[in-house]
């Protein structure tokens, strides 16, 4: 059964089975990060992480915009944003979440935006949205969001967009590794079908480990990375998912958490 919440005046929700949508609806603001959409995302996180039956977090928007970036308008006034509607903190609990986040990127991400398309684990973009960090011809450079960033460009790649602040094509992000995929706008939503669709035959604990790996190995020593990573193999092995998952596959039927096909 499909339910929506609107959490206010930027953000709705939208659960249906076992995928949750977070959908930015501030258009008269390009969809930026304010204190208002910030925190309400915060809640909409809230509302995912606490419900087990929630497999996969889908994030879309509402207009020709995905996010703008930074609120200009709340960042030029004396009054700072409270911590909890930092946009850090919002990047760091989607990177650090278990459950897989999928990017439907529907608009335009630039600044910000691109960060917050980056954070997502998977995501695919319609061909016509632009992208960029275009911090430097606002006298800002691309801070907070170089910490996702950079991971996934080359040192030449991130140079020649964070130095010139151009705007470029979602072709161009996912050569950078910005994003996975652009596609035309008619096939976003098969797209991110199919994505999903996958995902939910991943067992959720796996795909938590999986998530794991990805942010911890990098930045990992060798022998450090194949000692933690042999132990993490070994407790994923003797788990109770991993044990239903292998016996499933051998007896040639579907894992336990595999979603009842039609």
Known sequence: MERNETIGTAVETTLDGA????????????????????????????LAEADEAVRVVVVTNTGSVFCAGASLSERTTDDPAPLEADPA?????????????????????????????????????????????????????????????????????????????????????????????AVPADDLDERIGEIVADLLLGGPKALAAAKHILRRVPAMDVDEAMSEMAQLSAELFGSEEGQAGMSAYLAKRPAPWAPASD
């Open 19 to 46: 995928v949750f949508t977070i959908t930015l609806i501030d258009e008269a603001n390009r969809n930026a990060l304010s204190s208002a959409l910030v925190t309400e995302f915060h809640t909409a996180l809230d």
């Open 89 to 181: 903190r919002l990047f760091a609990r989607i990177l650090r979440s278990p459950k897989p986040f999928v990017g439907k990127i529907a608009g335009h991400a630039v600044a910000g935006g691109t960060g917050l398309a980056a954070s997502m684990d998977i995501s695919v973009a319609i061909e016509d949205a632009r992208f960029g960090f275009t911090e430097v011809r606002l006298g800002l450079a691309p801070a907070i969001i170089s910490v996702i960033c950079l991971p996934k460009m080359r040192r030449a790649d991130a140079g020649d967009a964070f130095l010139r602040g151009r705007q470029f094509d979602a072709r161009e992000a996912a050569r950078l590794g910005l994003i996975n995929q």
